[in-house]
Structure formats: structure tokens, C-alpha cells
């Protein structure tokens, strides 16, 4: 069974200073995707960014990046500059390909990022 | 622009009442889903359909059922809801692409059971 696990429930950063989120996966699918998405205290599910399996070059979108490392089964956010807006949860979160073109997918835990001024 | 729409957007309820969840989106998505969030539990996936007609059990399907009558809804019904089901409820939507297959989320629904 496939799994997303995120093991830092808290972190504090200060402002402008980067910061990576962790998350590991596990899954015996070949072919599967992984996303980081935020929720802000308003409770809006937004997202941020994602990686295919079969991708070359890690994703970017702006100030977030994620640290793909297949082989490790790991898939980090790192948010460069922080800002006081990204206070937030952020959740790790993989597609599984069921069969044809059919997918569901499930979410880690979570990690709180509180950025201070 | 709707996208994805819930309602209600709270609900109280009593040990052992039913009631359902509606989820409409207008994005012409095959793809949708129920969710779970508990507080430290992240989200957990209680039913997803991958279309008109089809639905399937997620890793928290007990005590819920789903409907999928039209491609636009995706309704999720409490038979005889419990205190463990007190929980916010988020409904997803999402086209068929091989990549990026990014999820749309409803403003969820916030339900408590006494």
C-alpha cells in the first residue's frame, strides 16, 4: 500500500531564510506523481507545485522547488526567501495509477510552518 | 467562475442522524473526491469516483456511502452519523491527464455530531 509520510509536524523559520519540508513515500508503482499543496488558516486547499515520477529535472514554480530524490523515495519542498504569508499548513501528497488512466490520491500528515518577522 | 462548490459549509448533528454532503463542480471534471481532515491526520481519502456512474472506497470509506449519479455531483450521506465523524470534509475534482493531475478543492464543510 502506498504511504506519504511527513515527519516534522512543526517548524519555525525565520523571515527570508529558506526552508525545506520533508516528506517520504512509498509505493511499488512505477508511474506516480507527487504534489505539495499549502493551507493557510482561511482553510483553502492551494496548489503549489508538482513532480512526475518519470520527470528529469526536478520541479520549480517561483520560490518553491522540490528536492526529488527517487531513489530515496523523497520529495522536499524548499521555499527560498520565506515571507510572513507563508505561515501555513503544507501538505506532501502522491497520485498512484490505478489502471488505464484512473488515479486517487492521498495525502500526508502535514507540517505547520510559522515564519517569524 | 464556481469550480468546485460545497454545501453546507457547517452542519451540526446528533448522534444517529443522517444526512448528505453535495458537491457540484462546473469544470467538466471525471475525477472527484471525498475527504477527511482531522487535526495531526493530514487529509484522508474517504471515496473517489473516476466517473459518471463509478464509485470507489478510499482508506476511511466505514459509515459513509456516495453517489455519483451526474458527472457534475458527487454527493457523500452519513447514514447514522457518530462523534468520530466530527471532522472538516473537503469534496476534489480533477480532469483524466497522465501528469499533473492537480487537484481542484472545494471551501469544505465543517460538521460537528454531538
Known amino acids: 500500500a502506498q504511504k ?7 517548524m519555525f523559520v525565520q523571515e527570508k531564510e529558506a526552508v ?47 528536492n526529488f530524490q527517487k531513489a530515496r523515495k523523497s520529495a522536499n519542498l524548499v521555499i527560498s526567501a520565506s515571507q510572513l504569508g507563508d505561515s501555513a499548513m503544507y501538505f506532501c501528497a502522491m497520485r498512484e ?17 510559522s515564519i517569524r518577522p | 467562475n464556481a469550480g468546485v462548490t460545497q454545501t453546507p459549509k457547517f452542519r451540526v448533528l446528533k ?44 482508506e476511511v470509506p466505514d459509515g459513509y456511502n456516495v453517489s455519483r449519479l451526474k458527472k457534475q455531483n458527487f454527493l457523500l450521506g452519513l447514514e447514522s452519523a457518530a462523534p468520530s465523524q466530527t471532522s472538516v470534509y473537503f469534496c476534489a475534482s480533477s ?4 501528469t499533473n493531475e492537480k487537484l481542484f478543492f472545494g471551501s469544505g464543510t465543517q460538521l460537528s455530531v454531538l
Not at chain 1, 506519504?4 to 512543526?10: K, Y
Not at chain 1, 507527487?34 to 503549489?48: T, V
Not at chain 2, 481532515?37 to 471515496?47: E, F, N, T, V
Open chain 1, 4 to 10: 506519504i509520510t511527513q515527519t516534522q509536524p512543526g
Open chain 1, 20 to 66: 525545506t519540508l520533508d516528506c517520504t513515500y512509498d509505493t511499488s508503482d512505477p508511474s506516480y506523481g507527487l504534489f505539495w499543496y499549502k493551507q493557510p488558516s482561511s482553510g483553502e486547499m492551494i496548489f503549489l507545485i508538482y513532480q512526475g515520477s518519470y520527470d528529469q529535472q526536478n520541479a520549480t514554480e517561483g520560490r518553491y522547488s522540490l
Open chain 1, 97 to 113: 495509477v490505478l489502471y488505464s488512466s484512473a488515479s486517487k490520491i492521498i495525502f500526508g500528515s502535514g507540517t505547520r510552518l
Open chain 2, 15 to 58: 448522534t444517529g442522524q443522517s444526512m448528505t454532503l453535495l458537491c457540484a463542480q462546473d469544470m467538466n471534471h471525471e475525477y472527484m473526491y471525498w475527504y477527511r481532515q482531522d487535526p495531526g491526520m493530514g487529509l484522508r481519502l474517504i471515496h473517489y469516483s473516476v466517473g459518471e456512474g463509478t464509485t470507489a472506497k478510499g
Open chain 2, 95 to 98: 480532469e483524466i491527464q497522465e
